[in-house]
């Protein structure tokens, strides 16, 4: 009986799991369109480095463009669900990829975060970690 309730559990949590994956990727496709609509180019996208993952990474007139998306009921809750400890990890990761551009750290570059709601709208706050 433990192991049968044990068995369920596990089977709601991974089905917990896939919704929110399967969420994530469509908030990107979302996310991935408004900056394609606005001209930017697509360099990567999930690029996972020693620090973490950035979602998308975009150009455009030669500035790099990392994005972090977002996605909740509302704007409001959806900017909640990024953290301090979060931001951290993105900056670096973010670093860690213009070491690798032309102009490595020097390069024109900032990061965004793309929130999108429950009815798929995407509002972007651009230069979001900016001082």
């Given amino acids: 009986m433990a192991t049968k309730l044990l068995s369920k559990a596990s089977q709601n949590a ?12 469509a908030a990107e496709n979302v996310a991935r369109r408004h900056y394609a609509q606005a001209g930017y180019r697509l360099l990567d996208e999930r690029w ?11 150009s455009k007139n030669g500035e790099t463009v990392f994005v972090e998306v977002k996605r909740a009921r509302d704007f409001a809750q959806a ?13 670096v990761a973010a670093e860690e990829y213009a070491a690798k551009l032309a102009q490595g750290r020097l390069s024109l570059m900032r990061i965004d975060v793309a929130l999108v709601n429950g009815t798929g709208a995407c509002h972007v706050i651009k230069n979001a ?3």
């Avoid at 996972?48 to 975009?58: S, T, Y």
């Avoid at 900017?79 to 900056?91: F, Y």
């Fill in 14 to 25: 991974q089905k917990r799991g896939s919704t929110a994956y399967h969420s994530g990727v």
């Fill in 48 to 58: 996972r480095g020693k620090a973490g993952e950035i979602d998308l990474i975009f």
């Fill in 79 to 91: 900017v909640e669900r990024l953290g301090p400890a979060q931001m951290e990890r993105i900056a």
């Fill in 129 to 131: 970690f900016g001082a």
